[in-house]
């Protein structure tokens, strides 16, 4: 009998075609609501989704024959990993897949806030001319501090310092794994130093509101922060405070928190905060290569021909 394939977001159509080619049976819901998620998971096999599926307890539970679940992009807090391993199912993502375009974007939000791009334009349509108010920095010769060197974090860190000749500072748990031209750099040091802090750590328990109060204290006076992480790793509350008082002197985000939070709503009213709707991966060339990367590897470790992870 054919394994059986829930998908319940959009995917590029590379991943129907992979795994139909390959003799599944393969259900595509991308508008699915939770509780038609709960009946149809039933029988599944493989459970297929992006950010809007939520993976719960609940779900899995309801799934019978779950072997694995697979999230076309690289956080994974949308699923209960460790309930999912409890019941034996394989949980995977995209991995690097989609690391060039939230590099990019990452990049693009930096170059943003350090030349007030947004503000300017946003006085533009409302016919006011502030080239004086508009004023900058450039990153030329400013340092970088990377919280979170891996596939995106490394990207954007070779960008920054050959593309800008920027001094780009790292931090990761295992600091030996922090390559050239990033130095590793403990994070109090970071903190300390840095222009500019680019954020990339996944959501977990350790890291929800990792950018607090205290760290905030230890960064300079009119840092500007880049978040392309979930908005969960910022104390909201916290940073908004610091952006009042000047300590932060600019905010750009890829937010995957909507506006109707009324922390977002606040943060939207600075001229000096610039907020994107989670668009990280949002290129159909990182939708195209997340897609064939999650269909091909179903079918090597459910075919026996690569191992778990």
């Not at 949980?91 to 990019?104: D, K, L, R």
């Not at 800008?164 to 109090?188: A, C």
Request: charged share 30%.
């Amino acid at each position: 009998m054919a394994l059986r394939v829930l998908i319940t977001d959009p995917v590029d159509d590379k991943l129907i075609e992979i795994l139909s080619r390959e003799g599944y049976n393969v259900a595509y819901r991308p508008d699915i609501k939770p509780d038609e998620l709960i009946e149809e998971v039933g029988d599944k096999n493989v459970l297929v989704v992006r950010s809007r599926t939520k993976v719960t307890k609940d779900v899995i539970d309801a799934a019978r024959d779950l072997k694995l679940i697979a999230r076309v992009g690289v956080g994974l807090d949308n699923i209960d990993v460790k309930y999912a391993e409890e019941r034996g199912v394989l949980v995977i993502n995209a991995g690097e897949a989609t690391a060039q375009s939230v590099a990019e974007l990452t990049i693009g939000l930096m170059v943003n806030i350090a030349r007030r791009i947004h503000y300017g334009y946003t006085k533009m349509l409302r016919g006011e001319w502030v080239k004086k108010e508009a004023k900058g920095i450039e990153l030329g010769g400013k340092t970088l501090g990377i919280i979170g060197v891996g596939n995106i974090g490394s990207r954007v860190g070779r960008i920054a310092h050959y593309g800008f000749g920027m001094r780009v500072l790292g931090y990761r748990r295992r600091l030996n794994l922090v390559k050239e031209p990033i130095i590793p750099t403990p994070l109090d040091k970071l903190l300390e130093e840095s222009d500019i802090i680019s954020i990339h750590v996944p959501l977990t328990a350790e890291t929800r509101g990792f950018i607090d109060k205290e760290k905030i204290v230890r960064m300079k006076k009119g840092v500007l922060i880049v978040n392309t992480s979930r908005m969960e790793v910022l104390d909201l509350d916290a940073v908004i405070d610091a952006i009042e008082r000047g300590h932060i002197g600019g905010l750009a985000a890829d937010t995957n928190i909507k506006p109707s939070d009324d922390r977002i709503a606040r943060l939207l009213e600075f001229p000096n905060v610039v907020l994107t709707p989670h668009i990280g991966a949002q290129t159909p060339e990182a939708q195209e290569r997340a897609a064939v990367f999650i269909a091909e590897k179903i079918v090597k470790i459910l075919s026996g021909r690569a191992k778990p992870g």
